[in-house]
Structure formats: structure tokens, C-alpha cells
């Protein structure tokens, strides 16, 4: 009788197959061995839609930690950078930060997580005691609110009150100036969109008390069809329109907004307009939308900035984001600190981090300072413009006052019953 | 003993089924305790906190899928909505917890009557539809829930999920907030949630189940009630959804929107064409396996994506059935070969 090959795997096959199996399982968990180089985790949202943040996030990084490395490293100890995806899920983003923590052996954890992530990964630095700095989440109580303060966690990101103070001051003399009293506004529908859109309201009445909201749209977000958003807008007849949109929302709201030709018949106030992200993709840029600055090489109008974000175009062929500047602060600070304590421990770097205040690119006055008593970043810089088709895109900017700033944040924290 | 009297508890005695479904669950009984000690002695021969932290989500999603799974495959109801049962458990215990400060177990047990209220309510309404209508139907009050997490942020935090961190006080002995205790309190889960569900798979009413999914019009001739039937498993399966939700927030130590987003109830539906639906550890199988292809391939690279994607085409095209369902019939083939060769 003839052997004949059975149908199926084979018993060779199979147990190789089970071989491969157990070498998969094995490799995340042996963990790596513990060298000189100090490891930073950073867990990011490195696909889906809003991909960029990661990979913007990134870049910005790396530029720094290249010049740390150049430098020696942190107290002689050379920057590793272990970056993760999380694709945007707050289980993910903990599951792999503590994963970065526990099986890769990182020291410091840079959380470029947005919203939800970034608290999710404040838990697991809360669990860990780990050194931490959040980059991209921009929602305030992250940092203003008590019960959310450990001693080891800091942000490098700007916060959305801050933003609110600015933008409400400047909208509020324009619509004293141009007699704006009736306002429309059209946000996305989820926690920063509304939050945003509450502060910045709250702020415009605060310095303009005759204006009045007479329609608000929230669209959802990432909603690929503005059609009724724009034409309730229209129908609504305000004279200026305030909006939270963001990246590739605002870009095809106003691509679409501007077929029925919104921008001639209103004032429009977007926050997030400055930022290369939005302005270089927008097919035909109207010209005087008013916009806060995200990230823009011309302001600060300093030879520093310039040559920071030409020397990111000339690294990565394109103009940092909002969240390359937040990211490159965070590596700057870490890297003062670590000199301040000429050490790379997690403890004595949140010693050192606190109050400290480094020259920055991307300061208001040159300088930026991680205020001790909430440990998030203040004195960067923040301020208003109009846009024009052409680079520079937002030619002037009106500079926010951080006295200003400052004092109604403290009273906005008290009403809020942070302090 | 027909289907019916098994269901309505029937006190007819039949011997021969009898003693083996009683030598059964005593078998489920000692491989439950094998491997609940193979599981516990894991952190004393391994130091890896990974291995641990991998062990717990498994326990999460495990529960979560095989739960699925006794609807999917026993009940043949394909829901794509559980996972909002995923979400309000992890949601119910955080905010109790955050809220009351009652101890662990009081909160865990709210948190299952409160799934059980609202299950009881949607399955009412979502049992009575078949098939397609009755996966967009669960689909569509799962994205109600979700919406409501969203829009009530005063009580949910909204997008931003619940913040602060979830109180997890000691209890019994067990501090939630130590790594072991809360692994070896997450096994524990997770082996007494699955003997359960095999109770209920091994039960005449498991059986019954099983008679609707392949002929529910029989079923309701020789008159069982159909609509409680499926309405019993329903809330059942979504207590286990629930104490994987539980498992995941006390986990992570917070409760965010996504557990109660559609992409959730997608991953327990994905699990289970992994694993397979035709035995009883497929799920688990699947769990076990995407969980390891995800923390792999998301070391390995950012297109974490595009390597699922071929997975799911290898699963689906290439196997056309689960790991396990392949795996018993390739065990049985190649036994049926041997008994009949000369």
C-alpha cells in the first residue's frame, strides 16, 4: 500500500506553525535589556483620520531629541524614542503606554494622545508614577482641575481657555469697531467643539455685552457634507461667524462654504485657520478670515522661528502643525530640566521642570514658562490675524496680552471651582 | 425530554443524558480550576507586567466575545450592539464607584442589575426582529447609548470620558489598585464568567437555544415561547458583556466613549470569525489571537491596518470558518482517517 500525503496541514508543518506561534507571543514580552540610552515612550495616534497629529507630533519631536543627542543626551544619557500607535482608542493608548513603561523600559513618557487618550494615559501615569508630559491635549481641566493634578505629569500643549480669552478680546473690538451685533456659530459637536465655542462666546460678551448668538450649527465631526450647515448659516443672516472647525473639516467647509460665496457676506472668526494644515489645502483661501495662531513660521516674527520651521520644511518637505511646536517644547523643557538637575531621573526632572522658564522659538516675549502651580505651559505665543491667499497667509497678528490672560484665567478657574 | 419541559426546568428524570451532562460539568468544573491555578502561577514564573496586563485584557475582551458568542452562534441572533453592554458596564461601575464610594463588590453588582434593567428593555423591543433587522436594531440603540454618553456630559464627562481616576478601595483583602490583585481578581472573572456560560450552553436551555437558531418556527410549534427564550439569553449574555466592561475600568482606571462605540461590538463580531463560533472556546481563541496580532503588528508598524485586513481575508476566504472550528474538524478528519484506514 502507497503512503499518500493526507489533506491538511502536515505534522511538520503544524508544529512549525505552533513554533512560530510561540516565538510571536514570546518576543513583546522579553524585555529589553538596560542600557546607557534612556528610553522615552510616546504613545500617538499614528493612523486614521487624524494621523497627522501623530505624524506631526513626531517630527517635532525628533528635531529636538536630534539636537539633545548631538549634545550628549540627558545628563550624558543618549534619547531613545520608542513612538506607538494607538490608533486613537483611550484602551489602546493606556494599554500601549503601559506597555512603552513596563516591557520596553521607558523612563519618561511623552503622551501625544488627543482628548480622551490624553486622560486615559494621565491614568496610567497616575498608576505608574512615571514622569509624563502631555503635548496635544488641549482641553483646560486636564491641568485646572484639582482632582486631576499629579505631581508628575505636566503639559506643553496650549489650553483651550487661553485661546477662548484672546479670541473673545480680539473678535470683541472688531465687532465694536464694525458694529457687529448679530453672530452665528458653527462648531463640531463633541467636548472641545462645544467647550471652545461656550469660552470664547463667554469672553465676547464679556468685552462686547451687546452682541447676540442668533444660530448655532454643530455639525458633526468629520461630516463630509456642509451643504446645511452653510445654507442655515445664510438663512440666519448674521454678521459674523464664529467657528471651531478644525483641519480637514474646516478645510472642506470653507471649500464648500465658499460656493455660495459665505465669506463676502460675513465676518468669519476661525480659531484654527492659522495652521499650514488648514491654509495650504484650502483650494481657494478667502482672504480676511480672522484666526488665532496654531503654529505659523512669521509669528513670533523672530529669525529663531523662521529658522525653526524652515528647518523642519527642509527635513520633512512640509510646514510643522500646532502640534510640532507643542511636541519640540516638550523635548526643550525636558532637556532644561535634565541639565537644571544634571540628572535623567523621572523625579528630580518633575523637580526641576517645575516653574522653569526656557527660551523658546516660540515664546510671546522669546521665552516660555511651566507654571508650577498647575504644571501647564504659559507665555507662549498666542494672538489674532487676518489671512490672504499667499504665504505668509496671516501677514499681522495681533498679540494677545498674557497679564490679560492670565487674570481672567484665574477668575475663570474660580468660577469653574478649580481653585 | 423534549426541549420544552428541559426549558421549563421539567422534573421528568432521564437517566442516560443525565449522568453524562452531570460527568460533564464535572469535567468543565476541574479544567475551569486547572486553568484558573495555570493562570494565577503566571506572575510568580514570569516577572513580564505585559504578560499580565495582556492576561487582563484577554479576561476583558474574552468575556465580552464569548458573551457574543451566545447569541451569534447558540442563538444565531447576530448582534451589532454589544458592545453597548461593554460600554455600560465599564460606565455603571466607574460612576458608581466615582459617585458613591460604595465598596468594590456592592458596585459590581449594581453595575449588573443596572445592565441587566436596561438590557431587559432593549432586548424586549430588538428579540422580536430577525436577522438583519435585528443586527440594525441593536446597532441603532447602541449608538443611542452612545450618543447619550456623549451629549450628558455633566454626569459622563462626555467625549473626554470619565477623569480623575476610578476609586478602587481595597475589599476582602484585594487592593485593585496592585498589579497581582487585580490580575489574579481579573482571572478569576473571567474562569467563573466562562463556566457559567458553559452551564448555560451545556443546559436544556442552552439546547433550546440552539433549537431556535436552527429552526425557531419548530421551536414555537412544540411550544416554547421563543421570544423569552431570546430575551433570557439576551439580558444573560449582556451581564458578561458588562463585567468585561468592568474588568476594562478598572483596568485602565476610567471609562471612555469608545467602549460603547460601534467599533467595539465590530471587534466582538471580528473575534469571533477568528476564533470561531462552533465551540464554545472559540471566542476565547480569537480573543487570544487578535489581541496578540494587534500588539504585535502595532510594534512592529504604523499599518496596522492593512495586516488585519489581510487576516480577515485569510479567516474569511482562505479557512472560510474560525481558528477553532478548523481546528476541530481538521482533528476530526485526521481521527476519521486513522478509524477508517485497514
Not at chain 1, 514580552?29 to 487624524?50: C, E, F, H, N, Y
Request: hydrophobic share 45%; proline share 4%; net charge positive.
Amino acid at each position: 500500500m502507497t503512503k499518500s500525503r493526507k489533506p491538511g496541514i502536515s505534522r511538520r508543518s503544524a508544529l512549525a506553525l505552533m513554533g512560530g506561534t510561540a516565538v510571536t507571543f514570546a518576543t513583546p514580552w522579553v524585555a529589553g535589556a538596560q542600557a546607557k540610552t534612556i528610553k522615552v515612550g510616546m504613545p500617538t495616534i499614528l493612523s486614521g483620520r487624524v494621523a497627522q497629529l501623530g505624524t506631526s507630533s513626531r517630527n517635532g519631536i525628533m528635531i529636538e531629541v536630534d539636537k539633545v543627542n548631538a549634545a550628549g543626551g540627558l545628563a550624558g544619557r543618549p534619547i531613545e524614542m520608542v513612538i506607538r500607535d494607538s490608533k486613537g482608542q483611550p484602551q489602546e493608548a493606556a494599554r500601549v503606554a503601559r506597555e512603552l513603561v513596563n516591557t520596553d523600559g521607558c523612563e519618561i513618557l511623552i503622551d501625544a494622545e488627543a482628548s480622551s487618550g490624553a486622560f486615559a494615559v494621565h491614568e496610567v501615569a497616575r498608576d505608574l508614577g512615571v514622569f509624563c508630559v502631555h503635548t496635544n491635549s488641549e482641553t483646560s481641566s486636564l491641568t485646572a482641575d484639582p482632582k486631576q493634578h499629579i505631581p508628575n505629569a505636566f503639559r506643553t500643549a496650549r489650553q483651550g481657555v487661553h485661546d477662548s480669552i484672546v479670541g473673545g478680546g480680539y473678535a470683541a473690538a472688531i465687532a465694536k469697531a464694525k458694529g457687529l451685533k448679530k453672530w452665528a456659530t458653527c462648531s463640531p459637536d463633541y467636548a472641545y467643539g462645544r467647550d471652545t465655542t461656550g469660552e470664547f462666546v463667554y469672553y465676547l460678551k464679556q468685552f462686547a455685552p451687546d452682541v447676540e448668538i442668533i444660530s448655532e450649527a454643530w455639525p458633526k465631526l468629520f461630516q463630509p457634507d456642509y451643504t446645511e450647515v452653510v445654507t442655515k448659516i445664510l438663512q440666519a443672516k448674521p454678521q459674523a461667524l464664529y467657528s471651531a472647525l478644525w483641519g480637514g473639516d474646516l478645510t472642506s467647509y470653507i471649500d464648500q462654504a465658499n460656493i455660495y460665496a459665505l465669506f463676502t457676506q460675513m465676518e468669519v472668526f476661525a480659531v484654527n485657520m492659522a495652521d499650514y494644515t488648514a491654509l495650504t489645502v484650502v483650494k481657494n483661501l478667502p482672504k480676511g478670515i480672522h484666526s488665532g495662531n496654531r503654529y505659523i513660521k512669521t509669528y513670533p516674527a523672530t529669525a529663531e522661528n523662521a529658522a525653526w520651521g524652515d528647518a523642519y520644511k527642509a527635513k520633512f518637505n512640509e510646514y510643522p502643525t500646532n502640534w510640532s511646536w507643542e511636541n519640540a517644547t516638550a523635548m526643550m523643557l525636558i532637556a532644561a530640566a535634565s541639565k537644571k538637575a544634571n540628572s535623567a531621573d523621572g523625579k528630580k526632572l518633575a523637580e526641576a521642570m517645575k516653574g522653569l522658564t526656557i527660551k523658546s522659538p516660540f515664546g510671546a516675549d522669546g521665552t516660555v514658562t511651566m507654571r508650577a502651580e498647575d504644571h501647564t505651559l504659559i507665555g507662549y505665543a498666542i494672538g489674532w490675524g487676518t489671512t490672504i491667499p499667499v504665504e505668509p497667509y496671516v501677514p499681522e497678528v495681533k498679540s494677545g496680552d498674557w497679564k490679560q490672560i492670565l487674570a481672567l484665567e484665574a477668575e475663570w478657574k474660580k468660577t469653574k471651582g478649580y481653585t | 425530554m423534549t426541549e420544552l419541559q428541559a426549558e421549563r426546568g421539567g422534573d421528568l428524570s432521564a437517566p442516560p443524558i443525565d449522568v453524562k451532562s452531570k460527568r460533564l460539568r464535572y469535567i468543565d468544573l476541574l479544567i475551569a480550576i486547572a486553568a484558573f491555578a495555570v493562570l494565577a502561577s503566571l506572575p510568580f514564573l514570569f516577572s513580564s507586567k505585559a504578560l499580565l496586563d495582556f492576561v487582563i485584557r484577554c479576561a476583558a475582551f474574552g468575556l465580552f466575545a464569548t458573551s457574543l458568542n451566545l447569541l451569534v452562534g447558540y442563538t444565531g441572533m447576530i448582534s451589532f450592539g454589544h458592545g453597548m453592554f461593554f460600554g455600560l458596564g465599564a460606565y455603571g461601575f466607574g460612576l458608581i464607584m466615582q459617585r458613591t464610594g460604595v465598596p468594590v463588590p456592592v458596585a459590581f453588582l449594581g453595575t449588573l442589575v443596572l445592565t441587566a434593567v436596561v438590557a431587559t428593555a432593549i432586548g424586549a423591543i430588538c428579540v422580536r426582529l430577525k436577522e438583519i433587522y435585528f443586527a440594525f436594531v441593536t446597532l441603532a440603540f447602541q449608538m443611542l447609548i452612545h450618543s447619550i454618553i456623549l451629549s450628558w456630559v455633566s454626569l459622563t464627562g462626555g467625549d473626554q470620558g470619565l477623569r480623575g481616576g476610578i476609586p478602587r478601595p481595597k475589599f476582602l483583602g484585594i487592593d485593585p489598585t496592585n498589579h497581582i490583585h487585580l490580575y489574579i481578581m481579573s482571572c478569576a472573572l473571567l474562569v467563573i464568567g466562562l463556566l457559567l456560560m458553559r452551564q448555560i450552553a451545556q443546559s436544556p436551555f442552552g439546547y433550546t437555544l440552539r433549537m431556535i437558531r436552527d429552526n425557531a418556527s419548530r421551536a414555537s410549534f412544540i411550544g416554547i415561547d421563543v421570544w423569552r427564550a431570546k430575551l433570557t439569553i439576551f439580558v444573560l449574555s449582556s451581564l458578561f458583556a458588562s463585567t468585561g466592561g468592568i474588568i476594562m475600568c478598572l483596568f485602565v482606571s476610567g471609562a471612555y466613549p469608545e467602549f460603547a462605540y460601534w467599533t467595539i461590538s465590530g471587534e466582538g463580531i471580528f473575534i469571533n470569525l477568528l476564533g470561531g463560533v462552533t465551540t464554545f472556546l472559540g471566542p476565547m481563541v480569537g480573543t487570544v489571537l487578535l489581541l496578540t496580532l494587534n500588539d504585535t503588528v502595532t510594534r512592529l508598524t504604523e499599518h496596522y491596518g492593512i495586516v488585519l485586513g489581510i487576516v480577515i481575508l485569510f479567516f474569511a476566504i482562505g479557512l472560510r470558518k474560525g481558528l477553532m472550528d478548523f481546528a476541530v474538524e481538521w482533528y476530526e478528519a485526521r481521527r476519521g482517517d486513522k478509524e477508517r484506514a485497514p
